[in-house]
């Protein structure tokens, strides 16, 4: 046996981690501690020239293009190896688009020809790093927030909630606040706004924001900052709108629906004897959930709600957040890298060979995979 191995037989023991996200896709190696990539999820298209984001396909075919592209970027400008006869774990949300999912696999086996992909459920594989197998998870990520409770180990789909309160909301009251404070900005893009709203917001406590809400306040709100856009132009992002802008996710719809009453009506939909133990195990995870003061706003919410009548079955008296080994924007992708060093890549893989004989990929939402023969 020789002494050194080649390059060859190093990089042949790798496992592709991806974790495709509307915003951001996160890529790395099984067993790696974080993903060596964070980029956006959009290619260059060939036509106009102009960036496009892998969510904004037309149809089947030309997502199948998009993502031929941009898988193409991510193995040969990024981590440098041959996408043949190599396994791949894909770690997706449970309410994935199903043409999304099917579409992925088909670019991965017929046109990379992978030898086997390993699709794990993000809600369920980010408490791998934590070591339970019980907790409420929200993701909030730029499209929406999710909340599934998993349930020793098994996803409690009956009792998910889900509502358009991620990101993209922020960016839509942040760039109508903008606007109303500076004359002369036409437009900004996605990525000043998030630029923004990263280097200047923050959640700021319940007692500021409804202090501030009013037309006259009592308080002064934080300094003022002057952002520089392209060129000579700058915006000035007042104090007040650096307070509130995440004040989306607390404000109850209609249907007196919010971020924390998610939360509460995940636990209302599972057993009696599991409320406790996922009051006291919540894991929030996505880029969002990197917002400053975002968890310490949420319980104050949290407390808030139980007062209400609505929540009079639930006897919780305290809130519990965990806080996983790594940023909230890959939780997910290191549970899907911990999973890649496990026997459940060859028990539980999709090969090649018995993707091309049905051409699909197994699914919970399709009765055909659920069925168990006694």
């Not at 939909?269 to 409320?275: Q, S, Y």
């Amino acid at each position: 046996m020789p002494i050194y191995e080649g390059i060859g037989a190093i990089t042949d023991k790798l496992v592709v981690v991806m974790d495709i996200g509307a915003a951001y896709t996160k890529l790395g190696f099984s067993g790696e501690f974080s993903p060596r990539y964070i980029i956006r999820s959009e290619v260059r298209c060939k036509e106009t020239g102009l960036m496009r984001n892998i969510r904004d396909y037309k149809d089947d075919q030309d997502l199948y293009d998009l993502l031929v592209d941009f898988l193409h970027s991510l193995y040969f400008k990024y981590v440098l190896i041959s996408p043949k006869d190599r396994p791949v774990v894909v770690v997706e949300s449970l309410l994935c688009p199903t043409i999304f999912r099917e579409t992925l696999a088909k670019v991965l086996f017929c046109h990379y020809e992978v030898s086997m992909i390993l699709v794990v459920p993000s809600h369920l594989v980010c408490l791998a790093s934590l070591g339970i197998d019980t907790a409420l998870v929200l993701d909030v990520g730029f499209s929406e927030a999710v909340a599934i409770p998993v349930c020793h180990g098994l996803p409690v789909i009956h009792a998910w909630q889900a509502l358009p309160l991620a990101s993209q909301a922020v960016h839509i009251n942040l760039k109508s606040m903008l606007t109303a404070n500076n004359t002369g900005i036409s437009s900004l893009s996605e990525w000043e706004l998030e630029d923004i709203k990263v280097r200047c917001c923050f959640v700021t406590p319940k007692d500021r924001a409804m202090e501030l809400s009013k037309t006259t306040p009592s308080l002064t709100a934080c300094p003022d900052v002057t952002y520089p856009l392209q060129g000579s132009k700058s915006i000035t992002v007042l104090g007040k709108v650096r307070e509130t802008v995440y004040e989306t996710f607390f404000q109850e719809d209609n249907d007196h629906q919010c971020v924390s009453t998610m939360l509460l009506d995940a636990i209302l939909k599972v057993n009696l004897d599991l409320r406790l133990q996922l009051a006291e195990n919540i894991v929030i995870m996505g880029g969002t959930a990197m917002a400053p003061g975002l968890k310490s706003r949420l319980k104050e919410e949290l407390y808030e709600q139980l007062k209400k009548d609505r929540y009079s079955k639930l006897k919780i008296k305290v809130f519990k957040f965990h806080s996983p080994p790594c940023k909230d924007n890959y939780t997910s992708w290191l549970g899907g890298a911990i999973y890649g060093c496990t026997e459940l890549l060859g028990m539980k893989g999709l090969t090649r060979e018995n993707y091309l004989k049905e051409n699909r990929l197994p699914d919970w939402a399709n009765m055909r995979d659920n069925l168990r023969t006694l």
